[in-house]
């Protein structure tokens, strides 16, 4: 049981405990809507904090968003498991994560506008911290290509369950949707 | 070869030869991005008319997409084909859509908003236009829900292809992908 500095290490604590909030906020809103819906206040709300204050750790919604825009979080859950059942993994996370946050570990990249540079540096991380991780994994011809296959079948999914909003996708449980659609996922992986 | 009524039926050749190209170019922008970032000015321009020409044959904007936002006609181009070569098929379709008109026949489903009438009509009419038209093709169990797999598997190609913009994707011939990507895709049509 620490006995000192605990006010100074618990106003630290408090301070990350709130950027954390916040960023988590901003992160719900980015996997579901696209960037230019989102409102400051909207993230405020969401992460029970006042518009001032997201100012003060971020500076602006740009700088805030260019944070958010990182997928370096979850790359790791989705890709750190070993390489025999990571599609299984995969399929499992997006379908976990959109199934109990609304959410989605890559849909975000759906949202990139088309045009301008927020939409390109969205993509640019895509492919540094999610592509580019995977095809590191895969041994054999083609990585690079086999990635890109691989997680566009998981964006598929995800579009499906969260955009589309497939009727019996979002009836059938995880486990069948698993065994169902990992087979394709992994089948890029280890061909 | 017709020798009577030739100016009536012209008139109305040339009528319905604008509005197709009305409507060419509302689908144009509508398959590459957000409704709301789509102005009348920029279809006119595309469909080579004036505004008002829009206007006076269909009455305002929302009014002209929602026929764009019909997927009947990509619909029948994706999936008329005999079952056993229908993945390679829809895989094919969507990247030489792509490649050539930097278009895609199921994605404007992804520009949907979440939220509002528009989203849910196109959600829809993606419903009942593609997902039940293909389910209705089907034969064994659990159709609807391999229906909703096979056309996750595709939107998933639309998106790498067209969003993320893979780099190994677009840089890989189109037979390449077909041969790699579409037995995921028939493996939910003919399991």
Chains 1, 2 share one sequence.
Not at 72 to 78: H, I, K, P, V
Not at 85 to 96: A, F, I, K, P
Not at 139 to 145: F, M
Request: hydrophobic share 40%.
């Amino acid at each position: 049981m620490p006995t000192t500095d605990t006010g100074g290490s618990s106003v630290r604590r408090d301070a990350e405990t709130t950027k954390a909030a916040i960023l988590r906020a901003a992160r719900h809103f980015l996997a579901r809507q696209p960037h230019a819906d989102i409102t400051l206040k909207a993230v405020a709300e969401r992460a029970g904090v006042s518009p001032p204050l997201i100012l003060k750790y971020f500076g602006n919604k740009d700088t805030l968003f260019t944070q958010v825009m990182s997928f370096e979080t979850d790359a790791s859950a989705l890709l750190d498991t070993p390489l025999d059942d990571l599609g299984r993994h995969m399929v499992r996370q997006v379908l976990v994560s959109q199934t109990q946050q609304g959410a989605d570990p890559l849909l975000r990249i759906v949202f990139a506008p088309l045009h301008g540079d927020r939409g390109d540096i969205l993509r640019d991380n895509f492919r540094t911290q999610v592509t580019a991780r995977l095809a590191a994994r895969l041994s054999g011809p083609d990585a690079g290509l086999r990635a890109e296959l691989a997680l566009g079948t998981l964006l598929g999914l995800g579009v499906m369950f969260g955009i589309a909003r497939g009727t019996r996708l979002r009836a059938t449980d995880i486990e069948t949707i698993v065994e169902r659609y990992a087979p394709a996922v992994q089948a890029q992986l280890t061909p």
